[in-house]
């Protein structure tokens, strides 16, 4: 099974910073990932497809970057609308499709 | 809109079984694979099963394998995760996904607003 590793887990960040979070795949997937954003509660919105593809409708302050094995998700100016969790998941060979384990970020 | 609505958690003795089901609209139910992804409480998400457009082609996480069956009923616009043999680390928000392809590559969206599923004594 292909392991996807986000880091950080846990990121503290102020309104208005840059924030980029990594993912990095056991092996190499092409740019078969997508990214997800979570709020408490609620179910998981996608915000990039095929590594750096923004779906119609998402901020274009957020973007996605990485080919192979190493992804970045930027948030270009963080807004208090974007505190929550972000998982990258692995859409090259399945079963399984993974997920990364997430990465949370709260406010500093 | 499309949506996504799930049904059917609940709590269950170790064990035992239930069965969720997972309503579709606004769309065409019929041409798109579906899956299913479950987040146990505070943790991460994971991937548990797919079906293909006509039921022809699941494939499921080896954790699940031999105990919990998807299917669908493209009539009824619906998802269906029949579990079986029920045990506590099953325990989850369960989540019903449309899985969209386009040029070779695939993705999640939208996700329905997920069903809790407790196993315990």
């Known amino acids: 099974d292909i392991q996807l590793t986000q880091s950080p887990s846990f990121l503290s960040a102020s309104v208005g910073d840059r924030v980029t979070i990594t993912c990095r795949a056991s092996q190499g997937i092409s740019s078969y990932l997508a990214w997800y954003q979570q709020k408490p509660g609620k179910a998981p919105k996608l915000l990039i497809y095929?590594?750096?593809t923004l779906q119609s409708g998402v901020p274009s302050r957020f973007s996605g970057s990485g080919s192979g094995t190493e992804f970045t998700l930027t948030i270009s100016s963080l807004q208090p609308e974007d505190f929550a969790t972000y998982y990258c998941q692995q859409l090259n060979s399945y079963p399984p499709w993974t997920f990364g384990q997430g990465t949370k970020v709260e406010i500093k | 809109e499309v949506q996504l609505v799930e049904s059917g958690g609940g709590l269950v003795q170790p064990g035992g079984s239930l069965r969720l089901s997972c309503a579709a609209s606004?769309?065409?139910?019929?041409?798109?694979?579906m899956s299913w992804v479950r987040q146990a409480p505070g943790k991460g998400l994971e991937w548990v099963a797919n079906i293909k457009q006509d039921g022809s082609e699941k494939y499921y996480v080896d954790s699940v394998k031999g105990r919990f069956t998807i299917s669908r009923d493209n009539a009824k616009n619906s998802l269906y995760l029949q579990m079986n043999s029920l045990r506590a680390e099953d325990t989850a928000v369960y989540y019903c996904?449309?899985?969209?392809?386009?040029?070779?590559?695939?993705?999640?969206?939208?996700w329905g607003q997920g069903t809790l599923v407790t196993v315990s004594s």
């Open positions: 996904a449309r899985i969209i392809a386009a040029a070779d590559h695939n993705w999640f969206d939208p």
């Open positions: 606004g769309f065409t139910f019929s041409s798109y694979w």
């Open positions: 095929a590594a750096s």
